[in-house]
């Protein structure tokens, strides 16, 4: 079965993890009205790493109320790291809006995205919208470790799709298709800050299955 892979997966490098990639154990067939990956699992929490630079003007994010994320990564105590954590937060919630408004030029979405992970973040979202379709369930987020490095940042995370599923509009129908290892994916993010004191991603890889991120 396909599962949604979010964009947070979306500029993947590995084959398995494109857009409309066959996910499960692997002998399972391809449907294309179908889109491929998750989102993740996990109840709604408040444990922001840290609240976003309030100077800025940035872009409201509101999502579907059947959507719901547990970003289960501390403070830092790094000031910096701690803005890296909560710019990376906002940029994945902003993929997720755009894919519910299905809308690929979403205003959110192309804040907190540059360069390769902008185009990808498009591509994934048009895919949805090609489909018909958005995400709904639980995210979880976590294992995070993050460095910086002046205006630049590295990021890795693991995310948990296990409890998110496609929702096609047309038909008001959910695809509960059953977790398996490929709901877990490691996630490499590469950030910089610009000139605003956003931290916007971009690149963004993605190994789903990972070992790392097993429960």
């Not at 499960?24 to 699992?41: L, M, P, V």
């Not at 890889?205 to 429960?215: I, K, L, M, V």
Request: hydrophobic share 35%; glycine share 6%; with cysteine.
């Amino acid at each position: 079965m396909n599962r949604p892979l979010r964009l947070a997966t979306a500029a993947l490098t590995a084959s398995a993890a494109l857009l409309l990639s066959s996910c499960g154990s692997g002998d399972e067939s391809q449907d294309d009205d179908k889109i491929a990956g998750a989102e993740q699992g996990g109840e709604q929490e408040s444990k922001a790493p840290s609240e976003p630079a309030r100077q800025v003007d940035r872009p409201k994010i509101e999502l579907p109320s059947d959507l719901s994320y547990a970003f289960q990564w501390k403070k830092t105590g790094d000031k910096a790291k701690d803005a890296v954590l909560a710019d990376r937060q906002q940029a994945i919630q902003a993929v997720d809006m755009a894919i519910a408004d299905q809308d690929p030029a979403e205003k959110a979405m192309r804040f907190y995205h540059r360069e390769d992970a902008a185009a990808e973040a498009e591509k994934y979202v048009r895919a949805y919208v090609k489909a018909q379709a958005r995400t709904t369930g639980d995210y979880r987020y976590y294992a995070a470790t993050v460095t910086t490095d002046g205006g630049s940042a590295a990021l890795t995370y693991c995310e948990d799709q296990s409890k998110v599923y496609d929702k096609y509009l047309k038909k008001d129908t959910i695809d509960k298709s059953p977790a398996t290892k490929n709901s877990y994916v490691l996630y490499a993010a590469k950030l910089r800050k610009n000139e605003a004191g956003v931290w916007v991603t971009t690149k963004l890889n993605a190994t789903r299955g990972s070992d790392t991120c097993q429960p």
